[in-house]
């Protein structure tokens, strides 16, 4: 994932709301599963998989967390998620 790429999955999580999420921070709130806060809601639903995968990767998160945190948020939230598909 570039620079580029991180800035901008940064500014489609973050859009919706006040407060702005550094990579680092998103990362550990999946990593921690805080699956109610916006920006976890924004980065599954809308970020394309294959970024969300990227994100991880770049974050040290081993693919099997950022699964768990999105079967997680999937069954809190109801919403089918493409990284689960």
Known sequence: ????MQSTLLTTVNA?????????ALAAALSAG???LGQVNSFFMETS?????????????PESVL???AESFANWSGQE???LA
């Open 49 to 61: 998989s294959e970024d969300q995968q990227a994100f991880a990767k770049l974050y040290g998160m």
């Open 16 to 24: 919706p709301y006040q407060t702005y999420m550094e990579g680092s």
């Open 34 to 36: 805080d699956i109610r």
């Open 1 to 4: 994932m570039t620079q580029e």
């Open 81 to 83: 998620l493409a990284l």
């Open 67 to 69: 699964v768990e945190a």
